[in-house]
């Protein structure tokens, strides 16, 4: 950073552009932007360090005010880094080369809610419980229903491409998304086209949808949203083996037969997980809950099919309370005292790919991991949560029980671990990730990942962001120039 004195002139400038109370310079509020859940900046501060800090957080109350205080950052060249409620488990608002964090929790209103055409229009900065709340109390849902859901911001679902626990039916946030407003790295406010489906050339729309910053800051969307549904129906089941539920999954997405929830846990996570949190006593094996969102009469047209397909692969069928248990505590996997914490070593390592490669994915995973890891007792689990119409996502986790106290020496054995975990997934047909992002955490893979069309995310980089003041050191792209 600058000299104290250049650094008290562009505070000067930041304070003139959003108002006094709304920068902050103290090492105090500062502290809490360099760590989300990402466990290696959560590891430093458990071994006393501090991780890297903003040399100033802005909170701006509108896009206006956006746009100024990132065209005093293009002129002295110092990062800006988009925050919205920190809850992201990559690494993705790290300032690893300092400069400006912009908190956008003030850009927190609902525009308007379009009846007639069934859409909202909302600020980037709102929290998605509220949002969620405020649809519900007008008969709408946005059916974008993450474990984050108390913790997140809009802009932080549209920048990670988030996923939500319903998505099998209605899509993934970028699916959900319609348009955008934008504050680009040299501060002009855009909006993309009213429509994401469309002849008038490329869309620009996805430039944005999770690009996690680097591109831009996202400001304003308009969304579809959904009314809520008529009835809602849960079926659990236990199959004898992860792979006949794979099968039964797989068929019922061919069939087209569109549930809202097909959530299959591996037989390690079902021993372990499912009995502790949800209370409940299963049997070994591989369990199943299968969910549908609609009118009655379709529901039992659909329901009556996967139950038959299920069967058809084994499975023994549960009661419907141990279904709603799931759904009743399906955010307990997530919180104190089941969520993974320290003194663990951890990660969440989802990914995707077509059925076809989808177990194979699944087990040279594992073995790989768990053989090479032997010393450290590794332990790999899974369960598949977002279905597609041609795949499935694994959200697949390792523990390590006992890691290296040094923190020198865990972040290498993390980072091995997660570069033997990225890569394996990749040679097996699978993705980087599926709905967490990249952020810092899996920068480093991104030019694997893309190989010689990494230049094309590359050039818009440099064309839109030429001084990469946007978030640098993410998504692949290098540090500020």
Not at 14 to 23: F, Q, Y
Not at 135 to 148: C, D, F, Q, V, W
Not at 359 to 384: D, G, I, P, S, V
């Amino acid at each position: 950073m600058q000299h104290q004195l250049q650094r008290r002139m562009i505070e000067s400038e930041l304070i003139d552009a959003v108002g006094r109370d709304w920068v902050l310079t103290e090492e105090a509020d500062r502290i809490i932007y360099g760590v989300d859940y990402m466990w290696i900046p959560r590891m430093w501060i458990d071994r006393g360090l501090v991780p890297p800090l903003p040399d100033f957080v802005v909170l701006p109350k509108d896009a206006e005010q956006i746009a100024k205080v990132v065209r005093i950052a293009n002129v002295y060249r110092i990062p800006i880094i988009p925050w919205g409620g920190g809850s992201g488990s990559q690494g993705g608002i790290m300032p690893v080369y300092g400069g400006i964090t912009i908190d956008l929790k003030r850009l927190n209103r609902i525009v308007e809610i379009n009846h007639e055409a069934q859409t909202v229009t909302v600020l980037a900065g709102i929290n998605g419980y509220e949002l969620e709340s405020a649809l519900n109390n007008e008969g709408y849902t946005l059916a974008h229903i993450p474990a984050s859901l108390h913790s997140a911001t809009l802009g932080g679902y549209i920048a990670c491409r988030g996923s939500g626990v319903l998505s099998t039916k209605y899509g993934k946030i970028e699916d959900i998304v319609l348009s955008l407003e934008v504050v680009l790295p040299m501060g002009e406010i855009i909006r993309t086209l009213p429509l994401p489906n469309h002849a008038a050339g490329p869309g620009i729309l996805d430039l944005f949808v999770g690009a996690e910053g680097s591109y831009g800051i996202i400001t304003e969307a308009t969304l579809k949203i959904e009314k809520i549904p008529e009835e809602r129906r849960f079926r659990a089941f236990l199959f004898g083996s992860l792979k006949e539920g794979l099968e039964a999954g797989k068929t019922i997405m061919l069939e087209r037969l569109n549930p809202s929830v097909i959530r299959l846990y591996d037989e390690p996570e079902t021993a372990k997980r499912i009995k502790k949190i949800l209370g409940i006593s299963v049997e070994q094996g591989s369990y199943m809950v299968l969910g549908f969102d609609e009118k009655k009469q379709l529901i039992d047209i659909k329901e009556k099919t996967s139950v038959g397909i299920c069967s058809g692969f084994g499975a023994k069928e549960l009661s419907d309370d141990i279904a709603w248990e799931w759904w009743r505590h399906r955010y307990n996997f997530f919180f104190p005292p089941h969520a993974l914490d320290f003194p663990l070593m951890f990660g969440t390592m989802d990914t995707l790919c077509t059925f076809d490669k989808i177990e194979n994915l699944y087990w040279t995973k594992k073995q790989t991991l768990e053989e090479r890891y032997r010393e450290w007792e590794l332990e790999y689990f899974a369960h598949l949560s977002h279905w597609y119409a041609w795949g499935v996502m694994l959200y697949d986790r390792f523990i390590v029980k006992n890691p290296p106290q040094d923190p020198e020496e865990a972040l290498s054995l993390h980072n091995e671990i997660w570069n033997v975990a990225v890569r394996t997934s990749i040679a097996c047909g699978g993705v980087l990730n599926e709905h967490h992002g990249v952020g810092l955490k899996l920068a480093r893979l991104m030019r694997e990942q893309y190989g010689p069309a990494f230049c094309v995310l590359e050039g818009l980089k440099k064309s839109l962001d030429p001084h990469n003041i946007m978030n640098p050191g993410k998504m692949g792209f290098g540090p500020i120039e």
